[in-house]
T-cell receptor, first 114, second 114 residues
């Protein structure tokens, strides 16, 4: 079984500040890990994913995440927050395979203050 | 890139009526589609997985007769909420997956049952 824990349901930062959204996972097999962003009344947009290979993954809009197996973490960062980054962020895990299902965390609402 | 169209974006219906939501993959063939339900300020809950030409696989606790899923072609899946009641009001999101691909999400449907 897999699970995802996102620490902090709400994170608030100032524009230009570092964004750090935390995600810890539990998986009995090597995981595939994802970060999605959701704007109000919208579906989910993939920010980045880790499957295999390089543990530091770069995504869209300046976001990146690092897979740390020893810490079972996949935290999302962005050096400088922009007002347009305000949204809900979801971390998800799966075990891979042809018919895998995504397990989502509860989400973190990011607000960006001017 | 991969695009999934979900319609309608929002719908209001009377209690006791049925509502159909469509999910189309516009530029790829989706061997598997997923239907999620999202309650306000909560994460996505997987309702069912559908493979083209097969019966959908429902998650535990999801009523098959209430939420009818049809995946008749490689580009279209539909979710019909039958005899809708106010407690079925929610945000429904589909995602589509190509062979050896990752999930692309629709923009969601806000269902309000009055």
């Amino acid at each position: 079984a897999q699970s995802v824990t996102q620490l902090g349901s709400h994170v608030s930062v100032s524009e230009g500040a570092l964004v750090l959204l935390r995600c810890n996972y539990s998986s009995s097999v090597p995981p595939y890990l994802f970060w999605y962003v959701q704007y109000p009344n919208q579906g989910l947009q993939l920010l980045l994913k880790y499957t295999t290979g390089a543990t530091l993954v770069k995504g869209i809009n300046g976001f990146e995440a690092e897979f740390k197996k020893s810490e079972t973490s996949f935290h999302l960062t962005k050096p400088s927050a922009h007002m347009s980054d305000a949204a809900e962020y979801f971390c998800a895990v799966t075990r891979g395979g042809s018919n895998y299902k995504l397990t989502f965390g509860k989400g973190t609402l990011l607000t960006v203050n001017p | 890139g991969a695009v999934v169209s979900q319609h309608p974006s929002w719908v209001i219906c009377k209690s006791g009526t049925s509502v159909k939501i469509e999910c189309r993959s516009l530029d790829f063939q989706a061997t598997t589609m997923f239907w999620y339900r999202q309650f306000p300020k909560q994460s996505l809950m997987l309702m069912a997985t559908s493979n083209e030409g097969s019966k959908a696989t429902y998650e535990q606790g999801v009523e098959k007769d209430k939420f009818l899923i049809n995946h008749a072609s490689l580009t279209l899946s539909t979710l019909t909420v039958t005899s809708a009641h106010p407690e079925d009001s929610s945000f429904y999101i589909c995602s589509a997956r190509a062979i050896e691909g990752f999930d692309t999400f629709g923009s969601g449907t806000r269902l309000t049952v009055v």
